[in-house]
């Protein structure tokens, strides 16, 4: 990492649920939380629990130096909704296989 910036995973404990429109995209109760220097905390949720059968890739793809190549997903009226880090970096491999929504219910 660089200096000053951190990164850490914990397992959370809230359920998180994923709305858009009328869909539940995705509900768990597993989610990893992963809070970045600079950034809101961010849900990751299991690959499991995220109503991939809606979710079409997209072309999108963005570099993070901390935690690698991420892919992006997408509905009709939602461009690049969900992400996931296919191939993440060592120091946040706990990611692999969950993704992350802009827009998560926390309770």
Not at 61 to 90: I, M, N, R
Request: overall charge negative; proline content about 8%.
């Amino acid at each position: 990492m660089a200096e000053g910036h951190t990164i850490t995973i914990e397992q959370g404990e809230q359920r998180v649920r994923v709305v858009h429109g009328e869909q539940v995209l995705a509900e768990s109760s597993r989610p990893l939380v992963l809070r970045e220097t600079g950034c809101p905390p961010r849900y990751y949720i299991p690959g499991e629990d995220v109503r991939l059968d809606l979710l079409t890739p997209s072309d999108t793809h963005t570099y993070c130096p901390f935690k690698g190549t991420a892919s992006y997903w997408s509905l009709p009226d939602a461009k690049d909704l969900v992400w996931a880090y296919p191939e993440p970096k060592d120091g946040v491999a706990r990611i692999k296989g969950h993704f992350c929504f802009y827009e998560v219910e926390v309770s």
